[in-house]
T-cell receptor, first 115, second 114 residues
């Protein structure tokens, strides 16, 4: 079974600075997808970014980018120019290429933005 | 406008009761899911339906029974509620079951069992 580990229960960053959230995963599959979801206090789950395992290029969405290290099974999220609205729980998630297992989530990192 | 909606958003009930949570999506998706988020914020897949057929059924007590009357709806019925069932339940939907498909989540239903 796949597992996803987020080793930072909480992170704090000053507004406008850069923060990196860590995620590692364990799988024996070669076809899979990785995701970062954001859950603000409203509790709505919002997809931040997605990475296909077969792509070497790291995904980027505006201020959000990932560092995907396939051999190390590492998938970190970098948030540049942090804004107050970035404060939320961030979940790393894994899904098999076939999708049959649904999303497997890490335990989350609570991100605090200091004004 | 709401893509994935759940009713109710909050549910407070007593142990032993039976309750249902409803989910509807207007995205035209063919696959729907139920996830449970416990008090420590851990999210876990419970069920998934594709074209009204059950395709994922994780180790969940059989007091939980999903029902999909059509592709746009996936309801969750819970019998004989227990204190440990207190959690936030999220419905989600996607087009297809392939791993790359984005899942759209509902707002969640906070269930409190007293």
């Amino acid at each position: 079974a796949q597992t996803v580990t987020q080793s930072q229960p909480e992170m704090s960053v000053q507004e406008a600075e850069t923060v990196t959230l860590s995620c590692t995963y364990d799988t024996s599959e070669s076809d899979y997808y990785l995701f970062w979801y954001k859950q603000p206090p409203s509790r709505q789950m919002i997809l931040v970014i997605r990475q296909e395992a077969y792509k070497q290029q790291n995904a980027t969405e505006n201020r959000f980018s990932v560092n995907f290290q396939k051999a190390a099974k590492s998938f970190s999220l970098k948030i540049s120019d942090s804004q107050l609205g970035d404060a939320a729980m961030y979940f790393c998630a894994y899904r098999s290429g076939g999708g049959a297992d649904g999303l497997t989530f890490g335990k989350g990192t609570h991100l605090i933005i200091q004004p | 406008d709401t893509a994935v909606s759940q009713t109710p958003k909050y549910l407070v009930t007593q142990m032993g009761n039976d309750k249902s949570i409803k989910c509807e999506q207007n995205l035209g998706h063919d696959t729907m899911y139920w996830y449970k988020q416990d008090s420590k914020k851990f999210l876990k897949i419970m069920f998934s339906y594709n074209n009204k057929e059950l395709i994922i059924n994780e180790t969940v007590p059989n007091r939980f029974s999903p029902k999909s009357p059509d592709k746009a709806h996936l309801n969750l019925h819970i019998n004989s509620l227990e204190l440990g069932d207190s959690a936030v339940y999220f419905c989600a939907s996607s087009q297809g079951v392939a791993g790359r498909t984005e899942q759209y989540f509902g707002p969640g239903t906070r269930l409190t069992v007293t």
